[in-house]
DNA sequence: CCACTCCTTCCATCCAGTGGAAGCGAAGGC
DNA sequence: GCCTTCGCTTCCACTGGATGGAAGGAGTGG
């Protein structure tokens, strides 16, 4: 009577990604049954398939029995084919060096922008985004730079939908935010003013390749320096412009 | 008569790590093929595995048909729990910008070290080590800093077996080896001089814990600047000093 | 035209994976 | 001290999903 009534129509791959989907920027730790909760599974499956990914440190424990994500899987995912990050890397670098702020990269990966990039000091303002971290587009520097330059029907379904509103400052009105991506996307960036996180605004350029953005490049600062930010414009992107013109070299080298 | 013959002894888990497994930075694009040889599994239970892998973006596709690490485990790569990482980087950053040189974090791993961070500009020399790449100890700066806080036996363990050799100045004799692992320990520091790449020599500074090298903090210039290694090593000490204090007071916070 | 490599699909066989249930140990309320 | 709650671990009867050999394509090179 007991056991064997299986789930049908789930492979036991799908298993193993829906434990290891479990886990996300808001919830890094779990323990074994908010694993089980979160991905549906039986806690007995859990166990014994959390247990294989923990001997192969997929997963490994906290002092305290949470589970997180593994070194085995840090490593690995730094294979990932990121060219892109290769290469931007080093504009990132200099464009912190001449600035001192905290500068990003991002992609857009669905209805989010997803960080791949970061370099910061041990003076600049403490920022949300951590690489592998997503945000809304609307709200954030680097998202209105991708969005705008996104085709129309995509911004149309992307302003149907209703949009999150993480400060009092953010932008959800459709038209308005319709006009604000027409104006990005004429002035080549975008910015931000507390739209997103309050003390914080920022810039952002998109990386352009081929007509298609590709990436956008952003840059933070502490919001009583707003005054600055119109100072940083031009080097933001003037490097956005070196990544775009060093990531077209790099793929044709492909 | 066809099919059904399963591999005992393995679960499904293992099939999809040991997929997983096959990529590696020596490997880090493979066909279908070279996944099954990798692997040791049936091409057609590859194939559908890495269907599935391929269905969760865990794998990608370069457009010549190869299998790469996708996005998606990376983003779930930058989830694991590296405090270590997180504290230390300002610091790297720091050091960086102070000396310009390529600056970089590594643990160990095995008998390996495991780079995990790394801070460079766009003038620096370029260097092997990724974050995410493994080296032997022996022939690298961070290794012989974190070899030499090790216990003995543990040296003696090391010293043993058949060392790598990758250039003709690597120290692989066990006495001299073990000589210089000596004097590492009573300096507090390492120097390489093109032991493992002709053209680099490096510092390297261990970070230490509760009288444990936890990681090593690496500081790499090119073979014709040897001379100012020497001058690099009080601010890669200090450098080091200030990330075990900072780690220190981060584990008891936890 | 044949040989070779790599990818894809099909399918008969069967055992590894499943989840319910029960047992444990620790923490907390009364 | 007793009882409840919560999370983890172990056990086990049952079965349908996973497996790998084989055959068929697709592309390349000699």
């Known amino acids: 009577m007991a056991g064997g009534s299986r789930d049908p129509g789930r492979s036991v791959t799908s298993r193993v990604l829906a434990i290891l989907g479990a886990f996300d920027t808001g919830h890094p730790r779990l323990t074994l049954t908010d694993i089980a909760r979160r991905s549906g599974l039986a806690l007995s499956t859990v166990h014994r398939l959390v247990a294989e990914l923990e001997d192969w440190q997929a997963l490994s424990r906290t002092p305290d029995g949470r589970f997180h994500v593994g070194l085995r899987l840090w490593e690995l995912g730094q294979l990932a084919a990121n060219r892109l990050q290769e290469v931007a890397h080093p504009w990132l ?25 970061k370099v910061y000091g ?8 951590r690489t592998g971290s997503r945000l809304p ?4 520097g680097v998202g209105k730079a991708l969005l705008a330059a996104e085709a129309d029907w995509f911004i149309t379904s992307y302003l149907s939908r209703t949009l999150e509103r993480p400060t009092p400052h953010t932008i959800t009105e459709p038209g308005r935010l319709a006009r604000e991506l027409r104006r990005v996307h004429a002035r ?3 910015t931000t003013h507390e739209e997103m996180t309050l003390g914080s605004c920022s810039a952002a350029a998109p990386v352009v390749v081929d007509g298609r953005a590709v990436a956008a490049l952003g840059i933070v600062v502490s919001s009583h320096r707003v005054r600055e930010l119109q100072r940083l414009v031009d080097p933001l992107m003037a490097a956005a412009a070196q990544i775009s013109h060093a990531y077209k070299a790099e793929i044709v080298r492909d």
């Open 93 to 117: 670098q200099e464009l912190f060096a001449d600035t001192g702020e905290n500068v990003h990269l991002a992609i857009r990966d669905g209805l989010e922008v997803l960080y791949v990039d």
């Open 122 to 129: 041990r003076r600049a303002v403490p920022i949300l985004s």
């Open 137 to 140: 587009m609307h709200p954030t």
């Open 188 to 190: 080549g960036y975008a």
